[in-house]
């Protein structure tokens, strides 16, 4: 419901000093996941319960800066037993965060704070392969469209971590993640590598296995930092799960 600044003024500041104990506020109990572009719900409920037509009740979005929604003399579903929800359409990343729900009776006040985890995930993951030199190959991870940031990581084919040599992470105009992880793979013929990401919250997790095979069956001496004077080699298997 809409309201003007001076209606959400007023119940901002009048959150000072309570009074004696007349109900408690109760609302979700523990962090609700909103995937990116779906729908949420945040509820909260008076307790006892009793009938909240004549009270005010303000739903703020992390430590009051954001007001999303004024209750006051009008009409809410189930607001006569004292529950209130709080419908977010289309959820984006900027909805991520604290909800304070506050219930102000007169001088009296509780509130409830909710916590919204925004998550999504992305199957695209790229892999491209450069040839420094006949010794040394690198694969480089690319993947974006992530919220929050995943944990991103090469392994091998024992399952155990490759130390990257770089790993950076950018975000765009939509906040969401996008990342690159580099390892640097020495003195094999032969690599199963893969590129994993989780999301932190979900624990979903996206992977690609790559298998690199390097043949060089002749090689001169004379190698130099632009090309080699070799035949070379590369093949990439990939596969998604």
């Not at 959400?8 to 609302?27: A, E, K, M, Q, T």
């Not at 909800?99 to 998550?119: A, L, N, P, R, S």
Request: charged share 15%; net charge negative.
């Amino acid at each position: 419901l809409g309201s003007s600044g001076t209606v959400l003024g007023r119940c901002i500041g009048h959150l000072s000093n309570p009074g004696s104990f007349s109900f408690i506020v109760n609302g979700l109990k523990g962090p609700v996941l909103a995937p990116l572009s779906g729908d949420a719900d945040l509820s909260c409920q008076l307790s006892p319960p009793q009938n909240a037509q004549h009270m005010e009740i303000c739903w703020f979005q992390n430590h009051y800066t954001h007001p999303v929604h004024l209750y006051k003399d009008g009409k809410t579903y189930a607001i006569g037993g004292g529950k209130v929800t709080l419908r977010i359409f289309n959820v984006s990343v900027d909805d991520d965060g604290q909800y304070h729900c506050i219930f102000k009776d007169g001088d009296f006040y509780e509130e409830d704070i909710t916590e919204v985890k925004v998550t999504t995930i992305s199957p695209a993951i790229q892999i491209t392969v450069h040839l420094p030199n006949t010794k040394e190959m690198i694969a480089e991870c690319h993947s974006g469209g992530w919220f929050p940031q995943p944990q991103m990581e090469w392994k091998d084919s024992k399952g155990e971590i490759i130390p990257p040599t770089s790993k950076s992470h950018s975000q765009c105009g939509d906040k969401l993640f996008n990342l690159k992880i580099t390892p640097l793979l020495r003195d094999g013929s032969h690599r199963n590598v893969t590129c994993c990401l989780q999301n932190p919250v979900t624990d979903q997790e996206e992977r690609t296995n790559t298998v690199l095979a390097v043949v060089m069956p002749s090689c001169s001496n004379a190698v130099n930092s632009t090309h080699f004077h070799c035949f070379l080699q590369v093949y990439i298997q990939l596969s998604l799960s």
